[in-house]
């Protein structure tokens, strides 16, 4: 029996897109990721992240924690650390933030993110001055980010991966999704909010 790829086979390689600070007026072909929740490392929570243009690993999420939530490391290829996310140690508040690389000590995070009472929302934050919000359905499986800076503009993407078009409609598992990021949105950065969305879900 044929055994399904987690991630798509190569097709011609995307560069990476602008800042977050930048992601104003979008146009051109989305970037499409696969997320395995997965860690490389045996008895590890984590994820691992293929850009299917290309099938190259290109992030990892590598968690030992008790409590996996409250701090996470979203790392390069290479390992190296690209963003912390640390939720509030107040537990009755469900907020986030994230700092730009390993953090040794508290600084100015990049992001803050507060979930809304009651619904499947999330706000957010950058300190570029732009405003986000997440919305999701934990049983359909999808997350959608918009940007709501000045209008409501799709940006990035999350839904179950499917096998592909010779059996479409079936899912390749229930832990592996696709991620979509539009022109514009930093895929690090989308990724970080899929993180942080996965942490309140």
């Known amino acids: 029996m044929k055994r399904s790829r987690v991630h798509e086979e190569p097709k011609v390689a995307s560069d990476h897109a602008a800042p977050i600070s930048k992601a104003k007026a979008f146009s051109g072909s989305a970037n499409k990721l696969t997320i395995w929740q997965k860690s490389l490392l045996f008895n590890g929570r984590g994820y691992t992240v293929y850009d299917n243009s290309t099938g190259r690993l290109i992030f990892r999420v590598d968690n030992y924690a008790s409590d996996w939530r409250m701090e996470m490391f979203l790392m390069d290829s290479t ?4 963003f912390t996310i640390k939720r509030s140690p107040k537990i009755f508040l469900e907020r986030w933030e994230v700092f730009r690389g390993e953090i040794k000590e508290e600084g100015k995070p990049f992001i803050k993110a507060r979930k809304a009472f009651g619904i499947a929302s999330c706000k957010l934050s950058s300190n570029a001055g732009d405003e986000y919000e997440m919305r999701w359905s934990a049983g359909e499986g999808w997350s959608k980010i918009y ?8 940006v ?24 979509t990021v539009y022109p514009g949105m930093d895929q690090a950065t989308a990724m970080a909010l899929v993180m942080i969305n996965d942490a309140i879900r």
Do not use: C, H, W
């Open 79 to 82: 390992g190296i650390v690209l």
């Open 147 to 154: 940007q709501t800076t000045a209008g409501t503009l799709l």
């Open 156 to 179: 990035a993407e999350v839904n179950r991966k499917q096998m592909g078009k010779a059996t479409p409609g079936f899912l390749i598992g229930k832990d592996v999704y696709s991620l």
